[in-house]
């Protein structure tokens, strides 16, 4: 009798990690890429900052045109 004998389960196997299959098929992106990229991004985020201001700007010129009646 043989007792405590247990067999690994499939799941304590490490999972795949496909990001790094991936990450490993692509070529890495030289450091001008990464500039244009940080670039857009902060210009993206600026615009978008401006819009949000702007949105707020007329909504408060729209309550206090409202209120002043």
Not at 13 to 38: G, H, N, V, Y
Request: charged fraction near 15%; hydrophobic fraction near 55%.
């Amino acid at each position: 009798m043989q007792v405590g004998i247990v067999s690994t389960p499939t799941y304590a196997t490490k999972p795949r990690d496909f990001r790094e299959e991936r990450l490993q098929s692509e070529p890495a992106a030289s450091p001008a890429a990464w500039r244009l990229i940080r670039r857009a991004s902060l210009m993206l985020t600026l615009l978008l900052s401006l819009g949000l201001w702007a949105a707020i700007w007329a909504l408060a010129s729209a309550i206090s045109a409202l209120v002043s009646f």
